[in-house]
């Protein structure tokens, strides 16, 4: 596939993946499914989606086997943002030039929201036509993503002082980049050994993410890397992160188009600046 190609097959299957999300968050289901709808279809980038797909695609997986997984990751990231702007955290008012849900409804409506799109991720995954052990291990790692192994206990590590940034990072943002990868591993039936360099480089990949975050916007979160470390030294860190997920896309035979133009992108934002 040719990087046109596959520019293209990601465009479309964000528009396939907009629509299989939309269908698992019917509009009168519940009091809150508004609120979900209103979280999960403000302008998001799908990063975490697409990974998912664009890896399935790339060593030939049928969209319909990794779509229920790219929708309960997105449904846990997506619950994540909810949860950090709350007056509590982060104080947001705007995500995406559109008011924060806590701002647009009320804090105690989106706290109960962020609850349940976790909830409505394992839903997703128990509806999926996976094998009962496959359920299971995706089960088990969407949750171990959402809690004090993941984000949670990235965002605790926030609130006290002294945190190792990188382990705060690797919690509240690798997690879920890992469990993506992972999770994709799995359904595709690889061996141990290799699922868990899947789940070492969605790690790597997620600090790397939010690196680019806070050397691009000092002062959005109640933490950020820059309190600790100086500019130059963040971008070297950067730099050998980058570098290290190139060299772990080439072990892992998945340089290849559509998955390693979507890492590109990922690797790429906001390169303007380098390391002197």
Request: hydrophobic content about 40%.
């Given at each position: 596939?040719?990087?046109?190609?596959?520019?293209?097959?990601?465009?479309?299957?964000?528009?396939?993946?907009?629509?299989y999300?939309?269908?698992?968050?019917?509009?009168?289901?519940?009091?809150?499914?508004?609120?979900?709808?209103?979280?999960?279809?403000?302008?998001?980038?799908?990063?975490r989606?697409?990974l998912?797909?664009?890896?399935?695609?790339?060593?030939?997986?049928?969209?319909?086997?990794?779509?229920?997984?790219?929708?309960?990751?997105?449904?846990?990231?997506?619950?994540?943002?909810?949860?950090?702007?709350?007056?509590?955290?982060?104080?947001?008012?705007?995500?995406?030039?559109?008011?924060?849900?806590?701002?647009?409804?009320?804090?105690?409506?989106?706290?109960?929201?962020?609850?349940?799109?976790v909830?409505?991720?394992?839903?997703?995954?128990?509806?999926?036509?996976?094998?009962?052990?496959?359920?299971?291990?995706?089960?088990?790692?969407?949750?171990?993503?959402?809690g004090?192994?993941?984000?949670?206990?990235?965002?605790?590590?926030?609130?006290?002082?002294?945190?190792?940034?990188?382990?705060?990072?690797?919690?509240?943002?690798g997690?879920?980049?890992?469990?993506?990868?992972?999770g994709?591993?799995?359904?595709?039936?690889?061996?141990?050994?290799?699922?868990?360099?899947?789940?070492?480089?969605?790690?790597?990949?997620g600090?790397v993410?939010?690196?680019?975050?806070?050397?691009?916007?000092?002062?959005?979160?109640?933490?950020?890397?820059?309190?600790?470390?100086?500019?130059?030294?963040?971008?070297?860190?950067?730099?050998?992160?980058?570098?290290?997920?190139?060299?772990?896309?080439?072990?892992?035979?998945?340089?290849?188009?559509?998955?390693?133009e979507?890492?590109?992108?990922?690797?790429?934002?906001?390169?303007?600046?380098?390391?002197?």
């Amino acid at each position: 596939m040719t990087a046109p190609k596959a520019n293209r097959f990601l465009r479309t299957r964000e528009a396939l993946f907009e629509e299989y999300l939309s269908s698992k968050v019917p509009e009168a289901r519940s009091p809150l499914h508004p609120l979900y709808r209103y979280a999960l279809f403000s302008g998001g980038k799908r990063v975490r989606p697409l990974l998912v797909i664009s890896l399935g695609e790339l060593l030939s997986a049928s969209q319909e086997r990794v779509l229920p997984w790219a929708a309960a990751v997105e449904m846990v990231h997506t619950a994540s943002l909810v949860h950090d702007d709350l007056p509590l955290l982060d104080n947001d008012d705007l995500r995406r030039g559109k008011p924060t849900l806590h701002k647009a409804f009320s804090p105690g409506l989106a706290l109960l929201a962020g609850d349940g799109l976790v909830s409505l991720g394992a839903e997703v995954l128990q509806e999926a036509s996976y094998s009962t052990s496959l359920k299971l291990r995706l089960t088990q790692l969407l949750l171990r993503s959402w809690g004090d192994q993941g984000i949670a206990g990235g965002q605790s590590m926030e609130l006290l002082p002294d945190s190792d940034p990188l382990d705060l990072f690797a919690m509240k943002t690798g997690a879920l980049f890992a469990a993506a990868l992972e999770g994709t591993a799995l359904i595709l039936g690889f061996t141990p050994k290799r699922v868990k360099l899947f789940a070492s480089l969605g790690e790597e990949l997620g600090i790397v993410f939010q690196l680019q975050d806070d050397l691009q916007d000092s002062g959005s979160s109640s933490f950020n890397i820059l309190s600790r470390l100086n500019r130059p030294e963040c971008l070297r860190l950067l730099e050998e992160k980058v570098d290290r997920c190139r060299r772990m896309v080439h072990t892992l035979k998945v340089d290849a188009p559509p998955f390693n133009e979507l890492m590109e992108r990922i690797l790429t934002r906001g390169k303007d600046e380098k390391a002197p």
